[in-house]
């Protein structure tokens, strides 16, 4: 998580908890034959707060991201962003929070 975003965010994901969730999930994605850069993960996790989603259910934060991703232009290459690969990171999300005692409304 930026510095910035880091302060803006008062929840109890930041710092080394939101850099470990980050990398967790990486790692978990990989395993399932997906690679992502662990920054477009981070953004996914940052967006997701920012927009203040992250209290919402899993498919409604992946359309609220998805979405917001679209309107800001943000695109891979070669492989585009879509609904899927958001919502795989939000449900590794949950899992990782699971493990940490966190609710999503903690978080």
């Known amino acids: 998580m930026t510095a910035d975003a880091n302060r803006r965010h008062t929840g109890k994901l930041k710092g080394a908890l939101f850099t470990e969730c980050a990398e967790w999930i990486w790692e978990q994605l990989q ?3 997906l690679f992502l850069s662990g920054e477009l993960i981070e953004l996914i996790l940052e967006t997701e707060r920012e927009l203040k989603a992250h209290i919402r ?10 979405d917001e991703f679209k309107m800001r ?4 290459d070669p492989a585009p962003i879509d609904l899927a690969i958001i919502r795989s990171v939000i449900e590794w999300e949950d899992e990782f929070l699971g493990f940490a005692g966190i609710t999503r409304g903690e978080s």
Request: proline share 6%; no cysteine; hydrophobic share 35%.
């Open 57 to 66: 259910e899993p498919t409604e934060i992946a359309q609220i991201v998805d």
């Open 73 to 76: 232009g943000i695109a891979t």
């Open 31 to 33: 395993e399932d034959g």
